[in-house]
């Protein structure tokens, strides 16, 4: 054996091996049981290989060790082909000539690579359909790697539009129920592929159908069976994932065929997270879809207040209006309020002219009052009056009544009155006096 290991020289050396043999450096990493990052670190010579870990690799590739180090393969080399590699170059009509049912594929060779493994490294684009359309399986339930590699197929058809996954998430439910991802990159990737024209029957299938089992139940020492349903794909974390990636194509068929009819009783947790994620558009299209209800089924809700806050915030105006219309609103007075900060004047003249009855001046004086709102004031000082402009001169709170605001309120007409009097209105007196106005 070489004394003086080149770790450079032996990570490329293996690279080649992999390559021949169609194997992955995560494969590699799952053999060896070590990351994927260790792996790379190896492989690029920046570390070396554990000498046990370097015994495996040898004899994973039916080479001495000494051969393995030294980077070279003997004269008398066997390159043994896995079976799956021979059963490829026979091509897909011979495979074809099998029964499905009889076909045993699913077992590891001896490089721990299953068919599917070869076919994907390959990009065996015909060979992958008719597997998966035939639901042919191509990987043992509990093997360590059937999650993964289910997962993998399914992102790999969907990507080169082949074929339905549906077979595959199928067969994936009856032994782990709902299916979903390992990594967050790949179900954020499987959802923008979904969100295609293509993908939403795949979706349609998710959301609505479901896995019946029977299960084993007692009462009493009793026993008696029962039928479990489970939905294919939890429904909470495909609206999640849809509204958080902003999908668009996924969310206007969501809201037309699975939402809107029960909208009204999921609408404050929906709107939440669209608000949350910052979906703009899908709060927009939600609003234009929901229908208008009865004025005894309005909505008080702080997330409700949230969405149109956002959409005013987002120039969707007519949106937050429409919304208003539909009664989707409770407290006007309190969402007006709100909006106060956003300095559309033509807005709130808008709503206060649409609904009078809704958005009273004396509830709005001390809002306008305290975000310095005195233009406004001014122009509408008459649907005010001297009354409500003094009932805000006590009512402002005592760390925004400096005494520039107070002259503001006094210009306008306000005054000081005992019906209004409270505790604080002799200190706002006072500032009033220790700073007086230039020219009094």
């Known amino acids: 054996m070489a004394e003086i290991i080149d770790n450079v020289k032996v990570g490329q050396f293996i690279k080649g091996l992999l390559k021949e ?7 590699l990493a799952e053999t060896l049981h070590i990351t994927k990052a260790a792996v790379s670190q190896n492989l690029n010579g920046k570390s070396a290989f554990d000498i046990q870990n370097l015994v495996k690799i040898a004899e994973l590739f039916h080479l001495s060790l000494d051969d393995l180090i030294a980077g070279r393969k003997p004269k008398d080399f066997i390159d043994i082909d896995s079976e799956y590699v021979r059963m490829m170059k026979r091509g897909l ?24 493994d070869y076919l994907l490294a ?17 990987a043992l339930p509990e093997h360590v790697r059937y999650r993964p590699l289910v997962q993998r197929v399914v992102l790999y058809v969907l990507q080169k539009q082949l074929t339905s996954p549906l077979p595959l998430i199928q067969a994936y439910v009856v032994h782990f129920g709902m299916f979903d991802f390992t990594e967050d990159a790949d179900r954020q990737l499987f959802f923008a592929l979904l969100n295609r024209k293509e993908g939403v029957p795949l979706l349609a299938s998710l959301w609505h159908e479901k896995e019946t089992t029977t299960v084993q139940r007692s009462i009493f020492f009793i026993p008696f069976q029962t039928k479990v349903s489970t939905y294919w794909m939890n429904r909470d974390l495909i609206l999640r994932h849809v509204m958080e990636f902003h999908l668009v194509h996924l ?11 029960r909208a009204f009783y999921q609408l404050e947790p929906i709107l939440k997270r669209l608000v949350q994620f910052g979906f703009i558009d899908g709060l927009v299209i939600l609003v234009q879809s929901m229908p208008s209800y009865d004025r005894n089924e309005t909505f ?15 120039k969707h ?3 937050m209006v429409d919304a208003i219309q539909k009664n989707l609103v409770f407290d006007l007075q309190s969402l007006w309020n709100r909006l106060i900060p956003l300095g559309d004047d033509d807005l709130l003249t808008q709503l206060m002219d649409a609904y009078p009855q809704k958005i009273s001046p004396k509830k709005s004086i001390k809002a ?10 001014e122009t509408h000082v008459t649907w005010f009056g001297n009354d409500v402009l003094s009932y805000g001169l006590d009512a402002i ?20 009155k005992a019906e209004y009097a409270n505790r604080f209105t002799a200190e706002k007196m006072n500032r009033l006096l220790t700073k007086p106005k230039k020219g009094n």
Do not use: C
Not at 21 to 27: A, L, N, R, S, V
Not at 251 to 261: F, M
């Open 21 to 27: 043999k169609h194997m992955t450096q995560d494969q």
């Open 93 to 116: 009509k011979d495979f074809q000539a099998y029964d499905p049912s009889q076909l045993n594929i699913a077992h590891p060779d001896v490089y721990g690579r299953v068919l599917m």
């Open 122 to 138: 390959e990009e065996a684009d015909p060979w992958i359909t008719y597997m998966v359309e035939k639901k042919i399986p191509f």
């Open 251 to 261: 969310w206007t068929w969501l809201v037309k065929n699975a939402l809107i009819q």
């Open 300 to 314: 008080l809700s702080y997330d409700v207040m949230d969405a149109m806050v956002f959409l005013a915030q987002k």
């Open 317 to 319: 105006v007519q949106v």
């Open 368 to 377: 306008l009052i305290e975000n310095q709102r005195f233009g406004f004031i």
């Open 397 to 416: 709170s005592l760390d925004k009544a400096d005494a520039k605001t107070l002259h503001h309120l006094i210009d306008l007409g306000a005054k000081f």
